[in-house]
């Protein structure tokens, strides 16, 4: 391509689903993520939930002492452009689970004159966050009432002050909806509930 000719190429690839066109050898050469306006979630919070990898800040000075006997070269950083669309779709769904049904993952690539080195920047607009509105609990059948014991109700509703208090207007993560429905179940067990049974729904 022209622009492969002339300096480095920016290959945006994810509309079509097609993978840039890099060397065989292409390895990544930096790795990024690019906010677009507010965000909540950081880089540190991303790096992990993708396969791809960037070299780390020790790179280059392994790089100078791996001629040192008994210092290997650098484990290779290939780039996979399969993996790379399968890393888009894994930050969606970790968005998805962090409260962020709306979130908009793409990305750009950039390439050397050889296209043997690969830089890579995930472009993140996190969108509105799902926020919780309301929080209660329902009876079996969708009923109001709970059946608890009159001598337990001012307690459990007590602590069910607290768990509204912690949670409504926050952002709706997965791992807090399992914790929640956790809780619930240990609470209700320790009661001598044992066979209860908590169902979350969203409505």
Same mark, same amino acid.
Request: proline letters at 9%; zero cysteines.
């Given at each position: 391509?022209?622009?492969?000719?002339?300096?480095?190429?920016?290959?945006?690839? =994810?509309?079509?689903?097609?993978?840039?066109?890099?060397?065989?050898?292409?390895?990544?050469?930096?790795?990024?993520?690019?906010?677009?306006?507010?965000?909540?979630?950081?880089?540190?919070?991303?790096?992990?939930?993708?396969?791809?990898?960037? =070299?780390?800040?020790?790179?280059?000075?392994?790089?100078?002492?791996?001629?040192?006997?008994?210092?290997?070269?650098?484990?290779?950083?290939?780039?996979?452009?399969?993996?790379?669309?399968?890393?888009?779709?894994?930050?969606?769904?970790?968005?998805?689970?962090?409260?962020?049904?709306?979130?908009?993952?793409?990305?750009?690539?950039?390439?050397?004159?050889?296209?043997?080195?690969?830089?890579?920047?995930?472009?993140?607009?996190?969108?509105?966050?799902?926020?919780?509105?309301? /929080?209660?609990v329902l009876g079996p059948g969708g009923a109001e009432e709970v059946p608890i014991?009159?001598?337990?109700?001012?307690?459990?509703?007590?602590?069910?002050?607290?768990?509204?208090?912690?949670? /409504?207007?926050?952002?709706?993560?997965?791992?807090?909806?399992?914790?929640?429905?956790?809780?619930?179940?240990?609470?209700?067990?320790?009661?001598?509930?044992?066979?209860?049974?908590?169902?979350?729904?969203?409505?």
């Amino acid at each position: 391509m022209l622009a492969a000719a002339l300096g480095p190429a920016w290959l945006p690839a =994810p509309a079509s689903g097609q993978p840039p066109h890099v060397a065989p050898d292409a390895e990544v050469h930096k790795l990024g993520f690019r906010f677009i306006g507010k965000h909540e979630l950081s880089s540190l919070d991303l790096s992990p939930v993708i396969a791809t990898q960037g =070299p780390s800040s020790l790179r280059g000075l392994h790089q100078m002492v791996a001629w040192v006997p008994f210092i290997s070269d650098p484990k290779p950083l290939p780039f996979v452009p399969l993996q790379l669309q399968e890393d888009v779709v894994r930050l969606r769904q970790h968005y998805r689970r962090q409260g962020f049904p709306s979130a908009i993952i793409d990305y750009e690539v950039k390439t050397d004159r050889t296209r043997s080195e690969v830089d890579i920047t995930f472009l993140i607009t996190e969108g509105q966050p799902l926020l919780l509105r309301s /929080l209660k609990v329902l009876g079996p059948g969708g009923a109001e009432e709970v059946p608890i014991p009159e001598d337990e109700r001012q307690q459990i509703r007590e602590a069910w002050a607290k768990v509204r208090s912690r949670h /409504l207007g926050k952002r709706v993560q997965e791992e807090q909806v399992t914790q929640l429905h956790d809780g619930l179940i240990t609470f209700l067990a320790d009661r001598g509930y044992s066979n209860a049974s908590v169902v979350p729904r969203a409505a």
